[in-house]
Structures are given as structure tokens and as C-alpha cells.
């Protein structure tokens, strides 16, 4: 028997409803409450919650957490014996206004990042060339960094080399809703990669204006939400990617890997050296493989010395303007575990060699002063 119309079944049916509001949406990052996904909340007398809620699609992929999260919060709630959760599915009505809530009435997508307003700090993360463990360092950094709490998101930018879903340890794929492509997390960090819409290790076959509207639609077509750092995984050299990201977000920044190689090292002065043609700012550079800690504590420089002093050395002369050694990274077989098995060491082995390094550039990075030079600050002159 459903005893609704009693002052107290209200009272609890009200304490549900305000659980529910606590409960955020794994993928977009806001309560279902304010995204419209309760569709009804009734409490009968024997302490019984039905609480139903819709998916924004079908085929949601995370319709397992969405409902473990509303039995744990309804069940908190005092009076409540039991929880039954119902799913239901957004109608194209309801994710029309869900897009317009989230992006919008413009139906053209926009790049956030390159709004006036942005406050997301965009780092491109580029060498000269490959094998320097650039996807190693990126994955690190943006792992380090969501472990900090920051809203932290990684673009997979080379489309014919993707590796960082695997490195990230997930095969989770996209959800898309109406125009809005839902990015899966791992680790507390949103990631997209084209890795994510093809079938097994199928290369990608395209020529420059495709990876000029792919890319363009993992920044515009994704909903990112609010990050704090985003970071663009970079292809090596200086080809259509590193080109169209400076035409896409002109206010990214450039970090450069290199490692300690003099050869490698003259070739990551090229990537860095591509600021000066897009205008964009170098925000330093990491040398990896720098040594081998021996267990009797002595290193051995397997690839030489001195290549990230010189590259930073080089590309301050070059742009006029001190650009900073970020830091050195030990080169040892648990970073290359960790990256196989989908864990970053930095959450791993947090105080191993490596990580403590890693983890030293992700702070510098993460704690950096954003200048104001050229943003609104939204006052007016006041009248004599």
C-alpha cells in the first residue's frame, strides 16, 4: 500500500530527491537532477524506493554505474529498506534539450579552449621524433594531475600512431548524444582517440585534411565539460597536426620531449622551433631517458648527456624568452610495465625514480600562473 499522500512519506520522498542530486552522471560530470535524468522518484509505506531514470542512450555504457550510484546514495537515506532503479531512454526531444543545456542553442559546434574566456590550460606535447617516449610522458602528466583533482583531459592526436587508450588502460568506446560526443574516463582523466572508432590495430589511411577534421572534431564535437588542463598528444615532426593544432587553439602551449641524445636533441629544436611560425608559447622542455639508476646507485647514461639542457638552451636563444628545463626522467623498465599494462607509474609506483620526476613536471605545469594579458576582466571605467 503507497502511503504518498501522508506528510512523512513526502518528507522521505524529498530526502530521496535530494540524494539524487548528489549522484553526478559519470560521463558528463553534472548531478542527473540537473541534467533531467530522474524521470520519478515514489517511496511505498514499507520503506521501498522506486527511483526511475533514463539514459541518454540505449546502448549506455555506463548504465551499471549509473545505477549502483543511485542505489548506494537512496539507500543512505533513512526509512529506505530497499532500492529498485528502473531505466528508462531519453527521448530525441529530451537530448535536444540536454545538448542545449550542456552547449548551447548554436547548432554549429565550438573549440572551448579557443574561447576568449577559456581558463583551460592546453598543452601540446611534441618531439621531433619518435620513439622519445612522448605518449609515455603525456599519459604520466595527465594521470599525476587528475590524482591532484584537476579536471584533466587528453586528446590522442596522432592519428596514425594512437596509443594512449592503451597506455591509459581502456577500451572503452565513446557514447554519442545528438551532436556530443561522451568521452570515456580512465583514471580520472577523459580521453579521446580515433583508436576508439576503429576495429582492432586497422591503421588509419588518410591524407591532411582528414586529420585536420578529425582532430577538429575530438576538440569541437567532444563535450570536454570543464577541464582545468587538457593535452594534446602530438605526432612526431612538424607536419598537418602540429600545423592545424596552432590554427585550432592558438593558445596552446608547446612541451617538448626529447631525450638526452645530441641527434635527438637537434631534432626536438625543430618541433620547438615551430612556435616561432604559429606564435604559440613554448612551455618547456622534458628530457626523458636521461640515465639508469644501477642497483649500486650509479647511473649509466645509455643515451649520452646534456640533449634537454641544450634543446632548452637553444630554443631560449632562438624565441628571445627563457624557456625552462621542465625536468629529467629516469629511464627504467617499470615505466614501460606500467605503460603496457595500463596503469601510469605515477599511480603505480608514485615514488619510484620515475614517477617522482613525472610527477615533479605534472606540479609545475598544474601550478603555473595563468597571465591575464588580453582577457576580459569585465569592468568598466568609472565616470568623472
Not at 541534467?35 to 549506455?60: E, F, I, P, Q, R
Request: charged residues 20%; proline residues 7%.
Amino acid at each position: 500500500m503507497s502511503v504518498m499522500g501522508n506528510t512523512g512519506s513526502q518528507t522521505v520522498e524529498q530526502a530521496v530527491r535530494a540524494a539524487l542530486a548528489k549522484v553526478d552522471d559519470p560521463e558528463i560530470r553534472k548531478p542527473i537532477t540537473e541534467l533531467g535524468m530522474v524521470k520519478g522518484v515514489t517511496v511505498s509505506a514499507d520503506g521501498v524506493a522506486h527511483v526511475a531514470v533514463y539514459l541518454t542512450v540505449a546502448g549506455c555504457p555506463m548504465r551499471d554505474t549509473i545505477t549502483s550510484r543511485v542505489t548506494e546514495a537512496v539507500s543512505a537515506v533513512a526509512g529506505i529498506r530497499e532500492v529498485d532503479v528502473e531505466l528508462d531512454v531519453m527521448s530525441d526531444e529530451q537530448r535536444t534539450e540536454l545538448r542545449r543545456s550542456l552547449r548551447g542553442d548554436s547548432e554549429e559546434p565550438v573549440i572551448p579552449f579557443a574561447q576568449p574566456g577559456s581558463l583551460t590550460r592546453v598543452y601540446c606535447v611534441a618531439s621531433g621524433k619518435g620513439g622519445v617516449g612522448k605518449s609515455s610522458v603525456t599519459v604520466n602528466l595527465a594521470a599525476a594531475m587528475a590524482a591532484k583533482g584537476l579536471s584533466v583531459g587528453v586528446v590522442d592526436a596522432d592519428i596514425y600512431g594512437h596509443s594512449v587508450p592503451r597506455m591509459l588502460g581502456t577500451e572503452a568506446r565513446p557514447t554519442k548524444v545528438e551532436n556530443m560526443i561522451m568521452p570515456p574516463q580512465a583514471h580520472g582523466v577523459k580521453v579521446i582517440s580515433i583508436g576508439m572508432f576503429v576495429e582492432g590495430n586497422t591503421p588509419v589511411v588518410w591524407r591532411g585534411p582528414m586529420l585536420h577534421r578529425a582532430l577538429q572534431q575530438f576538440l569541437a564535437d567532444v563535450f570536454w565539460g570543464d577541464l582545468d588542463i587538457l593535452l594534446l598528444d602530438l605526432p612526431p615532426g612538424t607536419g598537418d597536426i602540429a600545423i592545424s593544432t596552432a590554427q585550432l587553439i592558438p593558445n596552446a602551449e608547446l612541451l617538448v620531449v626529447t631525450t638526452p641524445q645530441q641527434a635527438a636533441a637537434e631534432v626536438a629544436e625543430r618541433a620547438g622551433s615551430i612556435a616561432m611560425q604559429t606564435k604559440q608559447r613554448l612551455a618547456g622542455v622534458v628530457e626523458n631517458m636521461s640515465w639508469m639508476e644501477l642497483p649500486d646507485g650509479t647511473r649509466m647514461e645509455v643515451f649520452g648527456s646534456g640533449g634537454g639542457a641544450t634543446v632548452a638552451d637553444s630554443l631560449s636563444r632562438t624565441l628571445g624568452a627563457p624557456v625552462p628545463l621542465l625536468g629529467q626522467i629516469p629511464l627504467e623498465p617499470r615505466l614501460r610495465e606500467c605503460g603496457d599494462s595500463g596503469t601510469p607509474i605515477v599511480l603505480a609506483d608514485p615514488d619510484s625514480p620515475a614517477g617522482t620526476a613525472l610527477r615533479d613536471v605534472a606540479d609545475k605545469l598544474a601550478t603555473r600562473a595563468r597571465g591575464l594579458a588580453g582577457m576580459s576582466l569585465g569592468i568598466s571605467p568609472a565616470g568623472r
